[in-house]
Nanobody
Framework: QVRLVESGGGLVQAGDSLRLSCVAS????????VGWFRQAPGKEREFVAT????????YYADSVKGRFTISRDNAKNTVYLQMNSLKPEDTAVYFC?????????????????????WGQGTQVTVSS
């Protein structure tokens, strides 16, 4: 499996921006879709965004559409999540995950059960 490490979280005010990074080691991310998910205290893990192996297809949760942008740099084995206009309801632990069971899949999955390699998460806290 690929090892994933997230970074870039922190405490910000509503309206601010953050960029999360997900760096892979042990294996290339080149062939795989990568997703971002988040989990707030007392809530289930929810889908945020995902990107296909070629970056040709991206999907977003309705709650972040227009504010968040997922991208990837395969040369750096890294996937990013640019988060703008942050809201208090964006507060959560953010996880990146890779779907290593499928290579060159054109349509990345939105369900967390499809992803088999996970990072440890990074905390994002947005104050009002």
């Amino acid at each position: 499996q690929v090892r994933l490490v997230e970074s870039g979280g922190g405490l910000v005010q509503a309206g601010d921006s953050l960029r999360l990074s997900c760096v892979a080691s042990g294996r290339t991310l080149y062939y795989y879709a990568v997703g971002w998910f988040r989990q707030a205290p007392g809530k289930e893990r929810e889908f945020v965004a995902t990107i296909s192996w070629s970056a040709g297809i991206t999907y977003y949760a309705d709650s972040v559409k227009g504010r968040f942008t997922i991208s990837r740099d395969n040369a750096k084995n890294t996937v990013y999540l640019q988060m703008n206009s942050l809201k208090p309801e964006d507060t959560a632990v953010y996880f990146c995950a890779a779907d290593t069971s499928k290579t060159y899949s054109p349509y990345p999955a939105k369900s967390f059960v499809e992803y088999d390699s996970w990072g440890q998460g990074t905390q994002v806290t947005v104050s009002s």
